[in-house]
């Protein structure tokens, strides 16, 4: 059968984008493939992995199990759209470096985008509640303890301004 | 690792929508959060021609509480179940379930009702379901009706949903009485598909004797699993009661099979312990005077962990 196609628009990190996609197109390969937004990675495509991360309206999602055209209508916003529009990082991004939560970097845009979501809701986590945040990601390389720290540093960052100290949460 | 091809349907009304399903019959598949549907499609394991999707249907996006029990619509997420405060003083044990399903970001996006039609028999709410008694509300072009949980899951993976139907709301009734609640598994990682889990109620008298207890289990059968234990502990209170004889019984009363994730013997051991240990937290919170009436407790997430220390 000749596959069915949609003109969908779609507003992504506040700009609209329009594509033309087949029913099937997964949202993760149409951030990528489509509109050229490969900051969304896309690793297990089956929910587990957490690297294709979006969010939807301000949820982090999984765009590896939403369909393009589901998109239509909602806010999306991806790793591309967290950084301020005059190029600052945002704290989480700014945490990770700072705490090195990333080493081949995959896996970093899914978690930022969960951790900033994340942070938005609970500002001052405990250790505990860290892990639990991004315990739906997956990282092969950390090990995850500079994550926490990160997850830990970036709520400092956004509570105290980012001049509060380091030590604390990155002791390396 | 890409979903075969379909034709896509975005109703803006469920009356549009028991129209194109109708239309379509056997091979049309309702997409609601698409947590397990879209798996299954990127896998190949299923590969329906026309997909509805219901996200339009925001009217379906309800989560309603009163004396009986909550009623939770179609597009109701995961997520606002769980947060609904006064879903959760109603029925306490669908948030004990809920966060229990995979995680936060899956369940942002997935439905409750979604995961009972999908009858993964490893599915927690498919135990809260069976567990309460509760039913499912389904719709088709022209008439409308309601299955209790004993009848919806038919097999695993396999719910009584027929083509041209569609479930358009869950309800979770409260439970009488005296009785608490509680919901424990054992995955490898939190946020996994469960080895074992148990969903458990006990109901106690006004002297605080036990005289109902009974439990739901997921990943040890075809079809959600619900076992009356009361003849263990009828008469007992919550200090006295002994828990491992209810988890013995248990443990018999169920066949689970090896995959590999875990043997049938492991399984049965799960079965054991799990079972205990649900019954006794649930009997606590019975007990506690802040309970009272039909209550299951004023709970935070933070006192079921360090209740059940199960998750280890």
Redesign the interface.
């Known amino acids: ?1 000749t ?2 196609m ?1 003109e969908i628009e779609l507003r992504v990190n506040g700009v609209l984008r329009t594509a033309t996609v ?3 197109r ?1 949202l993760s ?1 149409c951030l990528r493939h489509d509109l050229g937004l490969t900051g969304t990675h896309v690793g297990c ?3 587990v992995c ?1 690297a294709c ?1 979006v969010q ?1 309206d301000g ?4 765009s ?4 393009a ?2 998109a239509r209508g909602h806010e999306i916003t991806t790793v591309e759209g967290l950084a301020d529009p005059d190029g600052s990082m945002h704290a989480v991004q700014q945490a990770f470096r700072e705490c090195h939560g990333l080493q081949c970097g995959f896996c970093t845009p899914g978690f930022l985008t ?1 951790i900033a979501a994340y942070l938005r809701d609970h500002p001052d986590p405990t250790e505990a509640e860290a892990r ?2 991004i ?2 990601n997956l990282c092969r390389c950390t090990g995850y303890q500079n994550i926490v720290k990160a997850v830990l540093r970036a709520a400092r960052i956004l509570n105290e301004g980012t001049d509060a100290p380091v030590a604390e949460e990155a002791p390396r | 690792m890409k979903p075969p091809a379909f034709r896509y349907h975005s109703p803006r009304s469920l009356p549009e929508a028991l129209d194109t399903l109708d239309a379509v019959g056997h091979d049309g598949k309702v997409l609601a959060g698409g947590q397990s549907l879209i798996p299954i499609l990127n896998m190949r394991l299923a590969a329906p021609g026309h997909l509805v999707d219901i996200n339009g249907l925001t009217e379906l996006a309800y989560v309603r509480t009163d004396a009986d029990g909550v009623r939770v619509g179609a597009l109701a997420r995961h997520a606002d179940v769980e947060a609904d405060a006064d879903a959760h003083r109603a029925v306490s044990l669908l948030r004990q379930g809920l966060r229990l399903v995979a995680h936060p970001v899956i369940r942002n996006r997935g439905t409750t009702v979604g995961s009972l039609v999908h009858a993964d028999p490893s599915g927690e709410m498919t135990a809260v379901l069976s567990l309460l008694g509760g039913s499912v509300e389904l719709a088709r072009l022209g008439g409308t009706r309601r299955v209790g949980a004993a009848d919806f899951f038919t097999g695993p993976l396999e719910s009584c949903v027929e083509p041209g139907e569609m479930a358009v709301s869950a309800y979770f009734p409260r439970l009488r009485g005296r009785t608490g609640t509680e919901f424990i598994e054992a995955a490898r990682r939190h946020g996994d598909y469960a080895m074992c889990g148990v969903a458990a109620a006990v109901t106690l008298d006004d002297d605080l004797r036990i005289v109902s207890a009974r439990a739901a289990y997921l990943s040890v059968s075809p079809v959600p699993l619900v076992l009356d234990l009361t003849e263990t502990l009828a008469g007992a209170t919550p200090d006295t009661a002994h828990w491992r004889a209810a988890g013995e019984l248990a443990a018999d009363r169920t066949e689970p099979d090896s995959d590999i994730h875990a043997t049938a013997e492991y399984r049965r051991h799960l079965v054991r312990v799990l079972t205990a240990r649900a019954l006794r937290t649930a009997a606590v919170r019975g007990a506690d005077p802040a309970v009272g009436g039909d209550g299951q407790g004023s709970d935070d997430q933070g006192s079921d962990d360090r209740e059940c220390g199960a998750r280890d």
């Open positions: 059968m596959e069915q949609h087949p029913s099937r997964l390969d495509e089956h929910g957490g991360t939807i949820r982090p999602m999984r590896c199990l939403m369909f055209v589901s969960v639990e945040a315990g739906g």
